[in-house]
Every structure is written in structure tokens, then in C-alpha cells.
């Protein structure tokens, strides 16, 4: 939910604030701006819609000055427009604020500003704090903003600059994520690191509250009472190229293309080899008293908690331990039950989803023991929970979650494997087994992508379905689900998923010709209830596309077309599975004109509730 970035230095801030807004983009692209100053004003340019609208308005001007902020936006509080893009000014339009989050109070604080002269030009919430600053304003723009905090209530990461003070930049956040970055005389600020890895990979990860004063050859941090106070540096390894397209079309293709590798960098370093393969999550933390949890509970949102219902008949199956798997929008509202020995395992790309942190903290608050599994190294999910298995996928930029699902499905499985281990559910011999299965996954993955002009086929011929049903059982189900979302996310095709048993429950009332049916069969032991949902499906005029393994014959009868995966463990089989379904929820949305990356009324960190 929307991006921001500063930047103060030597060199001309507008270049940088927009090449660093192109890295964030994927965050919010409904409008953007900029605002620099040039040592006596503040220039301040906005334009709906993508960045590059913006580009091409300061194309034919000449924004001078080397300190400015930038924003890239996903409308919350008021329609896109250029009015209602970042930065907001005070009514001098002297200082200039972007904020990513929500200003929970803002009616009552814009009301109290009104009543004291205050006239607005936007419907945000964000144009509050210019003008908190500016009544708080007496010459020391930092105690400015410390005193507008205290007003605030909400979420926000914000930048501000302010032509009376015209050294520093001043950022901060709560619950919304900021990122300082040191280079060589010049600092800046983004939402996340990719933005700042063309400039410098030291970075300081702000905690809630904290401020940071950037200068040109410094920056000082304050806690929340104001205090001095010294912080870590770190030093990101991320290649740059990461965060670049490398040749392909599309982020989305470019992170599917990556699956292997990233598999490979989250298992590797979690296996013992010598004398017998085994598991090794000592590196997180993670020691024999965790598997001793009566229960696991798994929140997470979206994608990150398909990867929970994976989870869910992983844990069950592998380490015969209850399991409840919630989505975090859901459980933070409930009336849950907490045991101080349950486990929670919470799963986020990004480590920064609102609903998800939520959840952690109320379970937290319930004496629970948190494992987090995120992608993000320094997030606030990271930094809160017990333990931290990341997902070494490196940045995922596309909307839609695809390497970061297949690497969490990986911890998850790893988790769960050693809990089994632990609780002497799995035998040395059957943990070595699986061990040797998830070693083969990348390449079996890399060669499954070898075939994806197959999966880039069959879209063409059926990227115009209206309808597509996703249904499998089991692990199959939870790929379902995945899928589902993967293909309405950014093809705009109406997708279920249904556990394929339920379909004769009522769902197959919506079936006709205009229906594509995906079933995924990769549990053999229920290889025919699967071949009769099918072919009640193809009864109704249904196409049906079924993916089973490569050496598989059970469903060439009954499918009209099938898609091969390589063989594995049926349990572990979502990894690969899910694969043709993002290649065909790509394709679909290529084949339509629509640009995967972005899809209308999404963003890649939902930030806010
Ligand atoms: C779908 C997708 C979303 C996210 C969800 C949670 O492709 O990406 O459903 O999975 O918003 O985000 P994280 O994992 O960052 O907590």
C-alpha cells in the first residue's frame, strides 16, 4: 500500500526519487509525486496515475535540488487524482509530507484543524499531518513532528521535508514499513530495500516509533521520547539484478522463472548431511522443546495462508499434532482460545501485512510461542516473533506471490518434517526420504518450467473462459485454492476452487460449457473419487484440464488435456503443482492485454487493515 522515498546528498534529487518510486511501484500505482527542494522553495509535482505519467509531466521542467521526497500511491482515502496524490503540503506549501498507512483520527483532527482556519485541498488522510506539523512548527521541525505523533493514531511510515529547515529529511514509522539507507554523502529513505540497492545496500531498519534525521553526511535516530539513540547497521546482499526484470517481460514470469534457485537457497542450509540426512533448524532457534506444542495454530492472509492449509495436512499428516489454520483478518476479530503451549506459526511475504501482525501480537499477548516465516530480513514480523525462518527468495516485486509461496511451502514442510522427527512420528528412514524428495524439487521444478509453453498453449485456447473452477483433495484442495486466487488476481477471470468433493454440494450447479475445470490429482489414493468428480464435471459440458504426474495414465481417458509434473512424495507435490498454475494464470493475463505486474485495485503489502 502505496511506496515513499527520500533522498538528501550531493547529487539532483528528482532522478532519484523516480527511479527509486519505479522500484516501489509495484506498492501502489494509482498516482504519484514528488516534492524537492532547490535551497529556497519547495517544487511540488503530481500525477494521476502509473509513474510514468509523472515522468512525462516533469519531462519539459527542470526540478532542481538535491534533498525531496517521493510517493507512489494506492488510494485509501479519496479517488486517485492528482489533488489526492503524495506529497501533501501545509497551506504555505513550506512543508511536505508522504505517508504510507492510515490516519485512523483524521475526521476528528482535520474537524479541530478547520475550526483553527485550516482549509483543505484533498480527501486524504494524509494532508492532516502537513498541517499538524505546521501548527506545531516553531522553528525545530523535529520537535514538530514528535509533537503531531503524539496526535496521530493509525499507521504510517512517513517523510517529511520543510523549506525553514532545509538540512534534513525527517522520517519515521508505525506499523507500516521504512528502510534508512547510508551512502556515501547522501542518505535516503524507501518502503522497502530494492529501491535502495542502486544506491547503497547499508541499511537501518526502523522499529515503530523511531525517528531518523537524515543529513547529508549523517543521520541521527531518536526513540520514541526523543532520546538519542544509536542504531545497527546492515549490510543487504541482495544483487541488484534481483529487482530488475533480466530479460523478461514481466516480474511475475521472471519470480515463477526463479522457483528453482529459491528452493534451493531456503533448503539448503536447513540440511545435516553427515552420517545421516537430517534436519537443521538450530540456526532459527528452533530445539526440541517446540515440538512439544499441543496444538499448532497457522495465520496468515491470501496466498501466504494457502500456504497454511498446506501446512495444516503437512503438520497433521507428518507430526500427528492438531492444527487450526486462520486467516489473520478473521482470527484478530474472533474470541479465540489461546494455551500457552500452542505453537503459531505466522506466515507473510512481506512481514509487514496489518491483519497478519495483529494476529501475531494477540497470540503473542495469549503466551503463545511465535515462528514466523517471511521473505523480508528486518521486518516487523521478523523482528516480533519468537523465531524466524525466512524464505530466501530474494525481493518478490509482481503483486501476485509466486516464489515466496513455493519457499514458504518449503519452511512449512521443513517445520513439520521436524516436528514428526521430534515427536517420533517419522521414522529416521521416512525423514530421510522426504529430505531426499525436497532436495530433487528444484530441478524438478526447473525442468516442469521447461515445459510451459504447453501451459502458454492451453491458455490460448482458453484465456476467454468466463468461469474456472479449481478442485482438488487434500494438499490438491489447498493448490486449488492458490490457484484460483492466482487466476483471478490478475486475469480477472472468475475462479473458485472447491474441494472436489464438495462439488456435488452445490457448486455444480454453475457448471456448463462455459466452464473450465482445472483438476489437480496428485494424491493417488483418491485418484478415482477424483476421475468420477471429473467426469461429472465433463457430463455438464465442462473443459477439463487435469494435472497428475508425469508417468500417470489414470485420467488420459476422462481429461481433455493433462499437464505433467514430475513425480514426487504425494504430499509434497503442492510445490510442483502449483507451478502450471501460475504459468496459465500468467498467460490468461497476458493473452487478455492486462499487465500481470499490476493488477487493477491490489498491492503488494497490504499495510493496512
Ligand atoms: C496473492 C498475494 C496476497 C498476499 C497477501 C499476504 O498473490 O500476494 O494474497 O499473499 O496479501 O501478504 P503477505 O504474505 O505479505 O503477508
Not at 136 to 149: F, M, R
Not at 240 to 267: N, R, S, W
Not at 371 to 390: C, F, H, K, P
Request: some cysteine; proline content about 3%; glycine content about 6%.
Amino acid at each position: 500500500m502505496c511506496g515513499i522515498v527520500g533522498y538528501i546528498g550531493d547529487e539532483e534529487a528528482t532522478p532519484v526519487l523516480i527511479n527509486a518510486l519505479k522500484k516501489l511501484e509495484y506498492r501502489g500505482y494509482d498516482s504519484a509525486g514528488i516534492a524537492v527542494f532547490n535551497g529556497e522553495s519547495l517544487t511540488v509535482r503530481k500525477a494521476k496515475g502509473a509513474l510514468k505519467f509523472l515522468e512525462q509531466k516533469i519531462a519539459t521542467e527542470i526540478i532542481k535540488g538535491s534533498m525531496g521526497i517521493g510517493h507512489t500511491r494506492w488510494a485509501t482515502h479519496g479517488e486517485p487524482s492528482d489533488i489526492n496524490s503524495h506529497p501533501h503540503t501545509d497551506v504555505s506549501g513550506s512543508i511536505a509530507v508522504v505517508h504510507n498507512g492510515i490516519i485512523e483520527n483524521h475526521a476528528k483532527l482535520k474537524t479541530w484543524l478547520e475550526n483553527h482556519g485550516v482549509v483543505f485541498k484533498s480527501q486524504t488522510d494524509t494532508e492532516v499531518i502537513a498541517h499538524l506539523i505546521d501548527f506545531h512548527y516553531n522553528g525545530d521541525l523535529l520537535k514538530a513532528v514528535q509533537e503531531t505523533l503524539q496526535r496521530l493514531e493509525g499507521s504510517y511510515a512517513l517523510g517529511v521535508i520543510c523549506q525553514s529547515d532545509p538540512e534534513r529529511i525527517i522520517a519515521v514509522r508505525k506499523d507500516s514499513p521504512l528502510v534508512v539507507g547510508a551512502g556515501k554523502g547522501e542518505h535516503l529513505i524507501a518502503s522497502d530495500v530494492p529501491a535502495l540497492l542502486e544506491y547503497t545496500r547499508d541499511v537501518y531498519y526502523l522499529q515503530d516509533k523511531e525517528i531518523a534525521c537524515l543529513y547529508r553526511d549523517r543521520v541521527e535516530f531518536f526513540d520514541e521520547e526523543g532520546q538519542a539513540i544509536q542504531k545497527e547497521l546492515t549490510h543487504v546482499d541482495w544483487d541488484v539484478t534481483a529487482a530488475e526484470k533480466g530479460g523478461y517481460e514481466h516480474f511475475m514470469l521472471k519470480e515463477i522463472h526463479e522457483q528453482p534457485k529459491a528452493l534451493t537457497d531456503t533448503l539448503r542450509a536447513r540440511i545435516k548431511t553427515y552420517a545421516s540426512k537430517s534436519i537443521n533448524l538450530e540456526e532459527i532457534g528452533f530445539d526440541a522443546s517446540w515440538a512439544k506444542a499441543h496444538r499448532v495454530v497457522i495465520c496468515a492472509c491470501g496466498t501466504a495462508w494457502h500456504a497454511g492449509v498446506v501446512g495444516k495436512y503437512a503438520f497433521e499428516h507428518y507430526a500427528r499434532i492438531p492444527v487450526d489454520v486462520d486467516m489473520a483478518s478473521e482470527y484478530r476479530y474472533r474470541d479465540p482460545i489461546f494455551d500457552p503451549a500452542d505453537i503459531f506459526i505466522i506466515i507473510s511475504q512481506s512481514g509487514e501485512t496489518a491483519d497478519t501482525l495483529a494476529a501475531m501480537r494477540m497470540a503473542k499477548k495469549g503466551g503463545a510461542r511465535i515462528i514466523a516465516i517471511t521473505n523480508v530480513v528486518g521486518s516487523t514480523l521478523a523482528r516480533e516473533a519468537d523465531l524466524v525462518m525466512y524464505t530466501w527468495a530474494g525481493p518478490e516485486i509482481a503483486v501476485a506471490s509466486t516464489k515466496a509461496f513455493t519457499t514458504q511451502l518449503m519452511c512449512i514442510y521443513l517445520i513439520a518434517l521436524q516436528f514428526g522427527s521430534l515427536r517420533g512420528v517419522l521414522s529416521e528412514k521416512d525423514l530421510e526420504e522426504h529430505i531426499g524428495a525436497l532436495e530433487k524439487i528444484a530441478d524438478q521444478a526447473e525442468k516442469l518450467l521447461s515445459n510451459k509453453e504447453e501451459i502458454q498453449r492451453f491458455a490460448s485456447r482458453n484465456f476467454n473462459k468466463t468461469k474456472a473452477f479449481f478442485m482438488g483433495r487434500l494438499f490438491d484442495y489447498a493448490i486449488s485454492l492458490e490457484s484460483a486466487l492466482k487466476l483471478k488476481e490478475i486475469s480477472y477471470t472468475h475462479s473458485e476452487a472447491f474441494a472436489a468433493g464438495e462439488l456435488k454440494h452445490g457448486p455444480i450447479a454453475l457448471v456448463d460449457e462455459a466452464t473450465l475445470v482445472v483438476a489437480i490429482c496428485t494424491q493417488t489414493a483418491l485418484f478415482d473419487k477424483m476421475d468420477s468428480n471429473i467426469k461429472e464435471v465433463k457430463a455438464r459440458g465442462a473443459t477439463a484440464l487435469v494435472i497428475t504426474y508425469d508417468d500417470e495414465t489414470y485420467f488420459d481417458k476422462t481429461a481433455d488435456e493433462v499437464f505433467r509434473i514430475p513425480r514426487t512424495l504425494d504430499p509434497l507435490t503442492p510445490i510442483l503443482s502449483v507451478i502450471p498454475c501460475q504459468l496459465f494464470a500468467y498467460y490468461c493475463s497476458v493473452q487478455r492485454g492486462l499487465d500481470p505486474d499490476k493488477p487493477r485495485n491490489l498491492a503488494k503489502s497490504v499495510t493496512v487493515e
